[in-house]
């Protein structure tokens, strides 16, 4: 049987962007992402073993959120690969990364990203 967990809204403060002032002062991201997995042995045992534990995604994500990087490829990228090497059991994983308020000249709520990766 498989599924996802997901954890959506994730917010962080984080230094990423091109422009110096960004790498300086930081800016608010969000983050949604979704793994997919076989919950069956989890399910029957009522345990975390055999499924995959959503605060152990939350580290993985909070881990990369904290290296400043200027693209917001570079960041959800290795948060998804980071996700699929640390956790075997994970089958794809699907990240929505979104940079709040960004420095484009103009009124913006967010420029986002989205990545999916399977296994």
Not at 49 to 54: A, I, P, Q, S, W
Not at 80 to 91: E, F, G, K, R, Y
Request: net charge negative; aromatic share 6%; charged share 25%.
């Amino acid at each position: 049987m498989t599924g996802i967990i997901s954890l959506e809204g994730l917010e962080f403060h984080a230094f990423h962007g091109v422009y110096a002032h960004e790498r300086e002062s930081g800016n608010w991201f969000e983050i949604d992402v979704s793994v997919e997995t076989d919950f069956s042995k989890g399910a029957a045992n009522d345990e975390l073993e055999g499924t995959v534990n959503y605060v152990t995604i939350f580290q993985i994500v909070k881990a990369e959120m904290e290296k400043p990087s200027k693209l917001l490829e570079t960041v959800a990228e290795k948060i998804v690969n980071d996700i699929l090497t640390q956790l075997p059991s994970a089958l794809s994983v699907k990240l929505k990364l979104s940079k709040i308020n960004p420095p484009i000249g103009g009124k913006c709520a967010r420029a986002t990203i989205q990545l999916e990766k399977k296994r």
